[in-house]
């Protein structure tokens, strides 16, 4: 039995798939297995595979469903004490995994373990995102997902029995919903070393993204509500202003005003420079400009990440 099943979730990911394979040699372990679930790509993704790691096992979906649905398929085969994640287009740096395991072989205590992350821009500029562990957790969640939830955590698969897999009708925010029903009643330490890189990938879909914020925020209202009225209002203006940003990046502007409306009237007074967003929209829509687009690609202050 390996000790270690990694798990990566693919999608026509021919391009970007050898550098992800690369780091898992870099990890100087051998007890692990590589379980690939491919959520019905049509390219060489699969063939990339097999020739760099012929070991390699594949859970194939035959139609698209999400990366939630790929990772669950290819967690359904895996036979290791842990479980680690990688996205395709990421990867992990020398040491992680070995660091990880570290950890939790000597905190039994602890359900997961992430690490921090090096987020690395189209443009080759880097942004070091080096997390400490807040006095809960859950709460953090509530409020954003300051690891990457999609390819820093490692996790004993014992946990499965009681959190459950990903959830499926969450196309986007699947990651961010995972690690929040985790930490309701599990512990989580993430490590302050910057033990993986994370590529900038473009914006997620955005019809998606608005379906999965209704569907995040129906799952986790009362978790909001308990930490107060204030902080429930607080959560679910951040969580429609985050989708505005999606629509606006995606140039569909009319549906990000609408998003952004929401946001506002959950708590017109939390973001209030965002106000600005609601005249450039406008005139992006009326003219054709992409001026909001821009500051968006920029990381300005309208920017999420």
């Given at each position: 039995?390996?000790?270690?099943?990694?798990?990566?979730p693919?999608?026509n990911?021919?391009?970007?798939?050898?550098?992800?394979?690369?780091?898992?040699?870099?990890?100087?372990?051998?007890?692990?297995?590589?379980?690939?679930?491919?959520d019905?790509?049509?390219?060489?993704?699969?063939?990339i595979?097999?020739?760099?790691?012929?070991?390699?096992?594949?859970?194939?979906?035959?139609?698209?469903?999400?990366?939630?649905?790929?990772?669950?398929?290819?967690?359904?085969?895996?036979?290791?004490?842990?479980?680690?994640?990688?996205?395709?287009?990421?990867?992990?740096?020398?040491?992680?995994?070995?660091?990880?395991i570290?950890?939790?072989?000597?905190?039994?205590?602890?359900?997961?373990?992430?690490?921090?992350?090096?987020?690395?821009?189209?443009?080759?500029r880097?942004?070091?995102v080096?997390?400490?562990?807040?006095?809960?957790?859950?709460?953090?969640?509530?409020?954003?997902?300051?690891?990457?939830?999609?390819?820093?955590?490692?996790?004993?698969?014992?946990?499965?029995?009681?959190?459950?897999?990903?959830?499926?009708?969450?196309?986007?925010?699947?990651?961010?919903?995972?690690?929040?029903?985790?930490?309701?009643?599990?512990?989580?330490?993430?490590l302050?070393?910057?033990?993986?890189?994370?590529?900038?990938?473009?914006?997620?879909?955005?019809?998606?993204?608005?379906?999965?914020?209704?569907?995040?925020?129906?799952?986790?209202?009362?978790?909001?509500?308990s930490?107060?009225?204030?902080?429930?209002i607080?959560?679910e203006?951040?969580?429609?202003?985050?989708?505005?940003?999606?629509?606006?990046?995606?140039?569909?502007?009319?549906?990000?005003?609408?998003?952004?409306?929401?946001?506002?009237?959950?708590?017109?007074?939390?973001?209030?420079?965002?106000?600005?967003?609601?005249?450039?929209?406008?005139?992006?829509?009326?003219?054709?400009?992409?001026?909001?687009?821009?500051?968006?690609?920029?990381r300005?202050?309208?920017?999420?990440?």
């Amino acid at each position: 039995m390996p000790q270690i099943s990694i798990i990566i979730p693919v999608f026509n990911r021919a391009h970007c798939m050898e550098r992800a394979l690369a780091s898992l040699h870099q990890q100087g372990l051998n007890n692990w297995e590589l379980i690939i679930g491919d959520d019905a790509s049509t390219d060489a993704t699969w063939n990339i595979v097999q020739r760099t790691i012929p070991a390699a096992r594949l859970s194939r979906l035959e139609v698209n469903s999400g990366a939630a649905s790929a990772r669950n398929a290819a967690i359904k085969m895996a036979t290791g004490e842990f479980l680690a994640f990688l996205d395709s287009d990421d990867e992990w740096l020398p040491g992680k995994l070995a660091a990880q395991i570290d950890f939790l072989e000597n905190h039994p205590d602890y359900a997961l373990c992430a690490t921090s992350h090096i987020f690395q821009r189209r443009d080759g500029r880097r942004r070091e995102v080096v997390v400490h562990d807040p006095p809960d957790w859950t709460a953090q969640l509530h409020r954003g997902q300051i690891f990457h939830g999609a390819s820093t955590p490692l996790l004993r698969r014992s946990i499965l029995e009681k959190v459950g897999l990903q959830d499926e009708s969450l196309r986007v925010l699947e990651d961010w919903d995972w690690m929040l029903r985790i930490s309701q009643n599990h512990k989580i330490h993430v490590l302050p070393d910057l033990l993986t890189l994370i590529h900038e990938n473009g914006p997620s879909d955005p019809d998606f993204t608005r379906l999965s914020t209704e569907r995040f925020l129906t799952k986790h209202g009362k978790d909001f509500l308990s930490l107060g009225e204030k902080h429930k209002i607080n959560m679910e203006s951040q969580h429609w202003e985050n989708a505005a940003r999606c629509f606006f990046r995606h140039s569909r502007n009319r549906e990000g005003m609408e998003c952004l409306a929401k946001s506002f009237q959950k708590n017109p007074t939390r973001n209030p420079a965002l106000l600005a967003a609601f005249p450039l929209a406008g005139w992006d829509h009326i003219f054709g400009t992409r001026i909001l687009r821009s500051l968006l690609a920029k990381r300005s202050g309208l920017s999420i990440v």
